[in-house]
């Protein structure tokens, strides 16, 4: 079956640096990935989408990169802010409607 | 944007009663909902696939008969927990698709089962 992997570590940077997480998964490759970002006590919030065929996208101080060869996907943050701190989820998106969740990532933005 | 509400945000039972929760779309109308379970510091499992006018389809392990699914309109789906015990005790989330196969959450049923 299909597995996600996500550091289950915290990340801590520093105010203004750049935050890259990772996100990497066996078997074969979705024909979407997507993440998430979830704040304590709430449900995930919709980021950013990437289609198989598509190498990097981004929104404002996001960017998201997928590599099929290497069955990996890495989301960035640039500039980044305290109220950047949450817990980021990576998903996969196969030919059907079901989203795969991984464990996600807790981000810590410190001043 | 998409926005989803769930209620109640929290509830507390005791163990043996039925808990309904409610999940709606409030600014788009959503063919397909899903509901997710979430324990603490896990990531969130899908429990199940909610179609408005047919009935829901189950993931593996969870029991149809103990979390009811009614997809009755567009924009409106219930999570019944049936006969609820201490061991359903969870976050629960629903979700609406989106046009873009991205799907849009609601904040989430804090369920504690005493």
């Known amino acids: 079956s299909q597995k996600i992997e996500q550091n289950s570590e915290a990340l801590n940077i520093q105010e203004g640096k750049t935050a890259t997480l990772t996100c990497n998964y066996t078997n074969y490759s979705p024909a979407y990935l997507q993440w998430y970002r979830q704040d304590p006590g709430r449900g995930p919030v919709f980021l950013l989408l990437?289609?198989?065929?598509?190498k990097e996208k981004r929104k404002e101080r996001l960017k998201v990169t997928f590599d099929t060869t290497l069955k990996q996907s890495l989301f960035h943050i640039t500039a980044s802010q305290p109220a950047d701190s949450a817990t980021y989820l990576c998903?996969?998106?196969?030919?059907?409607?079901?989203?795969?969740f991984g464990t996600g990532t807790r981000l810590q933005v410190f001043p | 944007g998409a926005v989803v509400s769930q209620h109640p945000s929290w509830v507390i039972c005791k163990s043996g009663t039925s808990v309904k929760i409610e999940c709606r779309s409030l600014d788009f109308q959503a063919t397909t909902m899903f509901w997710y379970r979430q324990f603490p510091k896990q990531s969130l499992m899908l429990m199940a696939t909610s179609n408005e006018g047919s009935k829901a389809t189950y993931e593996q392990g969870v029991e149809k008969d103990k979390f009811l699914i009614n997809h009755a309109s567009l924009t409106l789906s219930t999570l019944t927990v049936t006969s609820a015990h201490p061991e359903d005790s969870s976050f629960y989330i629903c979700s609406a698709q989106g046009r873009g196969y991205e799907q849009y959450f609601g904040p989430g049923t804090r369920l504690t089962v005493t």
């Open positions: 998903a996969l998106l196969y030919n059907t409607d079901k989203l795969i």
């Open positions: 990437i289609r198989e065929n598509e």
